[in-house]
């Protein structure tokens, strides 16, 4: 999954007990493996397997649904998720036995928390008001990285209403208002030009902190 990846996220909101088993089950799938390659995939594979599911309600009725035997559940993961790591459909097969489909969610936004955080990285949300080219966004990153001393993987939005061209929201952290301001004037009609303009404004917020 790319640091620039335009794919709807998962939702982050969870009542307490998906949040709590969310996180367990997200440090046994980092557990699987000790090799950061590895765990990248099992992550990336498991949030892929979540936003699948999320868009079609059917299947996941049927995943999270009592009345369907685990068997038959397990048959539906082999062939629907066919091609995937065997780690990471052995662990799918593992919410189904256990009834905690439900928690699958939770567990993929926890998973890539904890792995981001392993690796000294944070999310991050670019919201511009005209689309920028993946090379902006990776210098708007790599700008950021060096402003709060951490890698930052960013996920992209088009909002044509964004104050000021630019929003970034780091966990609780959002930059608007005067930082936007001297970060970017971003321009919907210009798209190179909007681009251009948040290079030289990222520059002297880069410089100033």
């Known amino acids: 999954m790319s640091d620039m990846d335009k794919n709807p996220q998962p939702p982050t909101v969870f009542d307490t007990d998906q ?4 996180e367990t089950y997200a440090k ?5 493996s000790d090799k950061p390659k590895e765990v990248d995939t099992f992550v990336d594979q498991l949030s ?5 599911v999320r868009e079609m309600p059917k299947l996941q009725a049927i995943f999270e649904s009592p009345q369907i035997g ?3 559940k397990a048959a539906l993961i082999d062939k629907s998720f066919k091609g995937m790591e065997k780690k990471v459909v052995n662990f799918l097969k593992v919410l189904a036995r256990n009834g905690r489909f439900n928690c699958l ?7 890539e928390k904890l792995r981001d955080e392993a690796a000294g990285r944070v999310q991050g949300e ?6 920028v080219e993946a090379a902006v966004v990776k210098r708007i990153a790599d700008r950021l990285a060096k402003v709060i001393g951490k890698k930052v993987k960013l996920t992209t939005k088009v909002d044509s209403e964004v104050i000021g061209g630019m929003v970034i929201r780091i966990g ?7 930082v936007v301001n001297q970060l970017a004037q971003v321009r919907a ?8 303009a948040i290079r030289e404004k990222l520059d002297r917020f880069a410089s100033s902190n």
């Open 126 to 131: 670019l919201t511009t008001a005209a689309e």
């Open 48 to 52: 892929n397997v979540a936003q699948v």
């Open 19 to 22: 949040q709590q088993l969310g």
């Open 28 to 32: 046994a799938l980092l557990g699987l």
């Open 105 to 111: 969610a939770a567990t993929a936004v926890s998973a």
């Open 172 to 178: 609780d952290t959002v930059y608007d208002g005067s």
């Open 189 to 196: 009609k210009a798209v190179q030009k909007a681009a251009d």
């Open 70 to 72: 685990v068997d038959q």
